[in-house]
């Protein structure tokens, strides 16, 4: 089945830093979604990347997908406490109806 | 528009004790999921629906039922509830399963099952 790798599982960060977390698939993909999940809250869809090489940005999130399209990284930059969360990527394999998620980067910030 | 919406929020139940966790979306959406969530493990996906009237499993399906009578809910069944099944209960919704911006997945707040 298809493999979904999400690493750091926890991202500790003073605030003000820069931090990236990276999603990997053992297949090529789709598409990858990323989500974010506030704590005692529910997922929430921030953006979905289609393209190879494809950046999208988000205000001080940048998120790119793999020239190879099996991986992806999120990229935050002057993190705030409003970051705090865990950060979720979705893979779709081609022509599967199913998304694969990783097991996300808790993301923990030091005022 | 509510979105997604699920009931119930809390539920603790025996071992052996059966449930039907109610999962409604106004969104007109065919594509819809039921996920659980335990620490450390992400999402998982039980069992899905590609439209009304169809089921499917999904990566952990044992244990659990589903049925999808009308396009707006989804339902999932746990006929003998064991402690393995105690986790947080996510169901979403989608327009399409397909690449090109209509799969983006719609969360409900979740049910927070506890099994003694």
């Known amino acids: 089945g298809q493999q979904v790798m999400q690493i750091p599982q926890y991202q500790h960060v003073q605030e003000g830093e820069d931090f990236t977390t990276y999603c990997n698939s053992s297949t090529t993909l789709s598409n990858i979604q990323w989500y974010k999940q506030r704590p005692g809250g529910h997922p929430v869809f921030l953006i979905q990347?289609?393209?190879?090489?494809e950046v999208k940005k988000q205000k001080r999130l940048t998120f790119q997908f793999g020239e190879a399209k099996k991986n992806s990284s999120l990229h935050i930059t002057a993190t705030q406490t409003t970051d705090v969360g865990t950060y979720f990527c979705?893979?779709?394999?081609?022509?599967?109806?199913?998304?694969?998620f990783g097991a996300g980067t808790t993301v923990t910030v030091r005022a | 528009n509510a979105g997604v919406t699920q009931t119930p929020k809390f539920r603790v139940l025996k071992t052996g004790q059966s449930m039907t966790l109610l999962c409604a979306q106004d969104?007109?959406?065919?594509?819809m999921y039921w996920y659980r969530q335990d620490p450390g493990m992400g999402l998982r996906l039980i069992h899905y629906?590609?439209?009304?009237?169809?089921?499917a499993k999904g990566e952990v399906p044992d244990g659990y039922n589903v049925s999808r009578l009308k396009k707006q809910n989804f339902l999932l069944g746990l006929e003998s509830a064991a402690p393995s099944q105690t986790s947080v209960y996510f169901c979403?919704?989608?327009?399409?399963?397909?690449?090109?911006?209509?799969?983006?997945?719609?969360f409900g707040p979740g049910t927070r099952l506890t099994v003694l």
């Open positions: 979705a893979q779709r394999a081609i022509n599967d109806y199913k998304l694969s």
């Open positions: 990347l289609v393209k190879s090489g």
């Open positions: 629906s590609v439209g009304e009237g169809t089921t």
């Open positions: 969104m007109n959406h065919e594509y």
């Open positions: 979403a919704s989608s327009y399409s399963a397909t690449s090109g911006g209509k799969d983006t997945q719609y």
